[in-house]
Each structure stands twice: as structure tokens, then as C-alpha cells.
């Protein structure tokens, strides 16, 4: 069965960081291409995609995360990462870890991903508060 797990979000301050994991099972990084997406309360049902890392290390970032968040990927543990760094409150929202396709769709609603995606975990809540 493909599934992924994602870990690691919290409560933190303005400035603070976090570290999400997502632990792949059913199939492997090396064949895969990892996003993190995220849904936004305040959106409703609105997701947007906030990082890619392709089996060949090619990253893909929001603008609004550059130089803020790292995607990273560690295969023998079948695991993906993603650094967050100076976070804003704006970046509060559950992150989505998911297997997506070669060009993955950048900002749909939760029920079209996780209808369109056969890796999608159940989130993991983020929450930053200044």
C-alpha cells in the first residue's frame, strides 16, 4: 500500500523554525518526485504547492518561502524533509506531504489533490504565532 506519514509541525513564535518529515512506504524516493503542499484555514479548501524535490535533486520553492524553507530527501530512509526557517505567521497552515506528478498542480482545492494524488498524507499542523 503507498502511503506517507508526515511529523514534525508545532506551535513557534515569529523567527522560529521547524523541520516536517515525511515518511514514504510502498514505494520509493528514487522513482518518485516529493511535494509539500499546504492548506491555508483562512482559504477554506484552498491548498498550494510549497516545495518539489525531483529523484534527481531538482527543488522547486514558492516565492513566498524562498530562501526560508529546503526541501530535502534522504532515500535510504525513504524520507523527506523540509526545513522552515524564519517563519511568519502567514505560513501557518497544515503541510501535506504527497507523491505528485511531473508538472504538479501548484494551487487546487484539498479535495482535487487528494482525489488526484495516490500518496497523500494527513497533514501535519503548523501554526506560527507573533
Known amino acids: 500500500e503507498v502511503q506517507v506519514e508526515e511529523s514534525g509541525g508545532g506551535s513557534v513564535q515569529v523567527g522560529g523554525s521547524l523541520t516536517l518529515t515525511c515518511t514514504a512506504s510502498g514505494f520509493t524516493l528514487d522513482d518518485s518526485k516529493m511535494g509539500w503542499y499546504r492548506r491555508i484555514q483562512a482559504t477554506g479548501n484552498e491548498c498550494e504547492l510549497v516545495s518539489t524535490i525531483d529523484n534527481d535533486g531538482t527543488t522547486y520553492y514558492l516565492d513566498s518561502v524562498k530562501g526560508r524553507f529546503t526541501i530535502s530527501q534522504d532515500t535510504a530512509k525513504n524520507t523527506v524533509y523540509l526545513q522552515m526557517n524564519n517563519l511568519k505567521p502567514e505560513d501557518t497552515a497544515v503541510y501535506y506531504c504527497?507523491?505528485?506528478?511531473?508538472?504538479?498542480?501548484?494551487?487546487?482545492?484539498?479535495?482535487?489533490?487528494?482525489?488526484?494524488?495516490?500518496?497523500w498524507g494527513q497533514g501535519t499542523q503548523v501554526t506560527v504565532s507573533s
Open positions: 504527497a507523491a505528485v506528478p511531473p508538472q504538479p498542480l501548484t494551487v487546487a482545492s484539498f479535495e482535487k489533490l487528494t482525489r488526484s494524488y495516490e500518496a
